[in-house]
């Protein structure tokens, strides 16, 4: 799948078994928010609480979450955490700090999301005009997104879209979480990472799209 294919239907979270795979890290984080953390009730709005509360806490350390970050492959799957946790961990977790107290849904659902790349291309457009800068590369926020995609750790990654993502909030501009937690599980395999690096730079030069970032394919 290319970046400019549609994405498939997403999953509902009770679906998807393990974290092992891109389309199954995909189908956890957009069945979750989907189906069950974005809604009106006291314990949706516990959990989004407890979300934001974990952003920098470490996938699997905080049990009111267990069943929404971690692996549940039967068998040992090691000490630390997956890859598969971490990405659900850290884009839930973004998600629920995006969302806040917006009232309509960050979590861009659409037949063609936005995705997080072209979201932050919205805001930087926005200081562009703002500011008199000739070009979105000369903005705040790009200059906040590229120290991102070259962050040296996924901890490092992490930190920088926090900060990216709060800047989305404010400006109330949606994206699809569940792109992220895919290109979050695909960016710590460093054969692999530069594919993210690059997709990324292809959808913030792309203004006028709402593209999906290769979402839940696992090539």
Request: proline residues 6%.
């Amino acid at each position: 799948m290319t970046s400019n294919d549609a994405a498939p239907d997403t999953p509902p979270d009770s679906a998807a078994k393990g974290l092992s795979t891109r389309r199954a890290v995909y189908g956890r984080v957009g069945g979750l928010i989907t189906n069950r953390l974005w809604k009106e009730t006291p314990s949706a709005r516990a959990l989004r609480a407890q979300l934001r509360g974990a952003l920098s806490r470490e996938a699997g350390s905080v049990p009111e979450l267990w069943d929404l970050t971690l692996d549940d492959r039967s068998g040992y799957l090691g000490d630390e955490p997956t890859r598969g946790e971490r990405a659900v961990h850290g884009a839930l977790t973004l998600w629920a700090l995006h969302q806040g107290s917006n009232t309509r849904p960050m979590h861009d659902t659409s037949d063609r999301p936005r995705s997080f790349a072209s979201a932050i291309r919205v805001v930087a457009q926005g200081q562009k005009g703002q500011s008199g800068d000739k070009h979105a590369e000369e903005t705040p926020i790009y200059r906040r997104f590229s120290a991102a995609v070259q962050a040296p750790t996924f901890e490092g990654l992490l930190v920088h879209l926090r900060s990216l993502v709060s800047q989305l909030e404010a400006a109330e501009i949606p994206c699809d979480y569940a792109g992220l937690a895919a290109d979050l599980f695909t960016w710590q395999d460093p054969r692999r990472r530069a594919s993210v690096m690059r997709n990324w730079g292809r959808q913030f030069a792309r203004p006028a799209e709402t593209i999906h970032a290769d979402s839940a394919s696992d090539e």
